[in-house]
Nanobody, 115 residues
Framework: QVQLVESGGGLVQPGGSLRLSCAAS????????MGWYRQAPGKGRELVAH???????NYADSVKGRFTISRDNAKNTVFLQMNMLKPEDTAVYFC?????????WGRGTQVSVSS
């Protein structure tokens, strides 16, 4: 079974930075997109950023200019560099991989932004 393992979450002060990583392992599959979603307390899951096959990226308006998504295709790894973090960025961040025939999710990593 394909597994996605997130890392890099933690507690930072407003204005700080974190870098999330997600490594996908398991059976070979064709990746169409890799990205990050987040779920804040009491809210639904929302897209943060995606990078699609070919390199194009999408970002939620709330994170544009602050977050950068990147990937290492050889290692099936996706990253999310988060700068100028705000308290409203506090959430569990989930790695997502979309293949041609399935969607995979990590178990999440907590990001907390607080003074």
């Amino acid at each position: 079974q394909v597994q996605l393992v997130e890392s890099g979450g933690g507690l930072v002060q407003p204005g700080g930075s974190l870098r999330l990583s997600c490594a996908a392992s398991g059976s070979i599959f064709r990746i169409a997109a890799m990205g990050w979603y987040r779920q804040a307390p009491g809210k639904g899951r929302e897209l943060v950023a995606h990078i699609i096959n070919g390199g194009a990226t999408n970002y939620a308006d709330s994170v544009k200019g602050r977050f950068t998504i990147s990937r290492d295709n050889a290692k099936n790894t996706v990253f999310l560099q988060m700068n100028m973090l705000k308290p409203e960025d506090t959430a569990v961040y989930f790695c997502n991989v979309l293949s041609t025939d399935n969607t995979y999710w990590g178990r999440g990593t907590q990001v907390s932004v607080s003074s």
